[in-house]
């Protein structure tokens, strides 16, 4: 067993036949959350609107970000691409090599090198950047590994409708920084992460990152809850 791995014991435990398995998440923002682990395994059928969407935009040489327990990975490879799954989780890394990703790597994507045409990073995939700086870094390398033409497809939520009042109107406290900028802690049984920053960023703040880093910006979905998925794009040399 991994230590303070949660989301690895919890879905290595889902394979071995757990299938009521969660991970309980806690933040700094709202209530307790509970992630029922097989929906870490769904189908090109189950996924949202948005991650289908996502999938079917993708090109080239792929690298799946935070890719969990394989799903995007594995419906990819199935339609041909080929793709490289990572994974700081070393739970996650056995358990899609378990189910037949082919090519997974146990490293943070701050420590790839190499050249791909897609990034993808679904389930606020972009949140792992923790901060606004933490965006700047982020973005600066995932740059990087993009060829000419290459693109960042990632999935984020602008939260600010959490703030808001009964009659409409939004409080925020201006010394705590940016909104969007949240903390968690993930436990399962007896696996905890740690508490940890994670990265909510509005579209409009995302474009002038982006802007930032020769990356145009388009925001190819919306979802219901703030949710949005955003194309990057490496200009062509």
Same mark, same amino acid.
């Given at each position: 067993?991994?230590?303070?791995?949660?989301?690895?014991?919890?879905?290595?435990?889902?394979?071995?036949?757990?299938?009521?398995?969660?991970?309980?998440?806690?933040?700094?923002?709202?209530?307790?959350?509970?992630?029922?682990?097989?929906?870490?395994?769904?189908?090109?059928? =189950?996924?949202?609107?948005?991650?289908?969407?996502?999938?079917?935009?993708?090109?080239?040489? $792929? /690298? !799946?970000?935070? *890719? +969990?327990?394989?799903?995007?990975?594995?419906?990819?490879?199935?339609?041909?691409?080929?793709?490289?799954?990572?994974?700081?989780?070393?739970?996650?890394?056995?358990?899609?090599?378990?189910?037949?990703?082919?090519?997974?790597?146990?490293?943070?994507?701050?420590?790839?090198?190499?050249?791909?045409?897609?990034?993808?990073?679904?389930?606020?995939?972009?949140?792992?950047?923790?901060?606004?700086?933490?965006?700047?870094?982020?973005?600066?390398?995932?740059?990087?590994?993009?060829?000419?033409?290459?693109?960042?497809?990632? =999935?984020?939520?602008?939260?600010?409708?959490?703030?808001?009042?009964?009659?409409?109107?939004? $409080? /925020? !406290?201006?010394? *705590? +920084?940016?909104?969007?900028?949240?903390?968690?802690?993930?436990?399962?049984?007896?696996?905890?992460?740690?508490?940890?920053?994670?990265?909510?960023?509005?579209?409009?703040?995302?474009?002038?990152?982006?802007?930032?880093?020769?990356?145009?910006?388009?925001?190819?979905?919306?979802?219901?809850?703030?949710?949005?998925?955003?194309?990057?794009?490496?200009?062509?040399?």
């Amino acid at each position: 067993m991994y230590n303070n791995d949660p989301i690895g014991a919890a879905v290595l435990d889902y394979l071995a036949g757990e299938e009521n398995a969660e991970i309980t998440v806690e933040s700094n923002l709202a209530e307790d959350d509970y992630i029922p682990v097989h929906y870490l395994f769904r189908n090109f059928e =189950e996924m949202p609107e948005m991650e289908q969407y996502a999938l079917k935009a993708c090109k080239g040489k $792929v /690298l !799946d970000v935070g *890719a +969990g327990a394989g799903c995007h990975a594995l419906v990819l490879q199935e339609s041909g691409f080929e793709v490289t799954a990572l994974d700081v989780s070393a739970g996650a890394v056995e358990a899609m090599q378990k189910q037949g990703v082919q090519q997974v790597v146990h490293k943070s994507l701050f420590d790839m090198q190499g050249q791909y045409d897609t990034l993808l990073m679904l389930m606020n995939g972009v949140g792992i950047a923790g901060d606004l700086q933490g965006l700047d870094l982020l973005l600066e390398h995932a740059r990087n590994l993009l060829k000419a033409g290459g693109q960042i497809l990632l =999935e984020s939520s602008d939260i600010l409708y959490m703030f808001e009042e009964e009659d409409g109107s939004v $409080v /925020l !406290d201006l010394n *705590a +920084g940016y909104y969007g900028e949240v903390k968690y802690n993930m436990k399962y049984k007896d696996q905890e992460s740690g508490w940890f920053n994670w990265l909510f960023i509005d579209p409009a703040i995302l474009e002038d990152y982006a802007a930032k880093h020769s990356l145009s910006f388009e925001v190819m979905y919306e979802g219901d809850a703030g949710n949005y998925l955003a194309k990057l794009t490496k200009e062509k040399s």
